[in-house]
């Protein structure tokens, strides 16, 4: 089994359509999450960390369950601009795993 | 944060040729990592610097791959001799202090190899 599992997509959808990403990671010591966006031939970048108590960032909101080891991702109100791939990243100790990404392609 | 370099950007050699990439991470991040992420995966920690130490090689394929951050700065990282399955993006990045939770992480622009 993968440590950090996402569906690789890709998810079409037209703007302004709300779309929500799943993740599920296999390590129930895992400390620290987050989601990274990845633009096509570029690098990672931090778009948020997610907590138990979850958390809002504009049209982002990202969910945490560690009883069901599970990490969401929720995009309001898409923008062309929001296709990327986004990777679900779990922090053990020291060391981040990222998910294989999930692809996103918002169309006019 | 001035970012961090990576050399070159792109890099075509022939199997069992060797190859060296070179990393230089924002100005006082002590923690340097090389990551490996293959066509439609996930970035893959190969090893990790604190400071000139290594905390963390346990994904590096020692027996071709090597890495070093002599004076806790600048890092390179050296394929000897590549392999087909090496075609990927090398990534390197960089934190502040130990890499701790709320330390994020900053990724330069990555060299693209490809072993022919």
């Known amino acids: 089994r993968k440590e950090v599992e996402q569906d690789p997509g890709p998810f079409n959808v037209p703007e302004g359509a709300t779309v929500a990403f799943n993740c599920t990671y296999s390590n129930s010591a895992s400390q620290s999450f987050f989601w990274y966006r990845q633009d096509c031939r570029k690098e990672p970048k931090l778009l948020m960390s997610?907590?138990?108590s979850g958390n809002e960032d504009g049209r982002f909101t990202a969910q945490l369950n560690r009883a069901s080891q599970y990490i969401s991702l929720l995009i309001r109100d898409s923008k062309l601009s929001d296709s990327a791939t986004y990777l679900c990243v779990v922090k053990d100790f020291q060391k981040l795993v990222f998910g294989t990404g999930t692809r996103l392609l918002v169309s006019p | 944060e001035a970012g961090v370099a990576q050399s070159p950007r792109y890099k075509i050699i022939e199997k069992r040729q060797s190859v060296a990439f070179w990393c230089n991470p924002i100005?006082?991040?002590?923690?340097l990592y090389w990551y490996q992420q293959i066509l439609g995966q996930g970035p893959k920690l190969l090893i990790q610097?604190?400071?000139?130490?290594?905390?963390?090689d346990s994904q590096l394929p020692k027996d071709r791959f090597s890495a070093e951050r002599l004076k806790g700065v600048d890092s390179t990282l050296k394929i000897q001799p590549a392999k087909l399955e090496d075609s990927a993006v090398y990534l390197c990045?960089?934190?502040?202090?130990?890499?701790?939770?709320?330390?994020?992480?900053?990724f330069g622009p990555g060299t693209r190899l490809t072993v022919l």
């Open positions: 100005s006082g991040h002590a923690t």
């Open positions: 990045a960089a934190a502040g202090t130990s890499g701790g939770a709320n330390n994020e992480q900053f």
């Open positions: 610097f604190q400071n000139n130490g290594v905390v963390d």
């Open positions: 997610v907590y138990s």
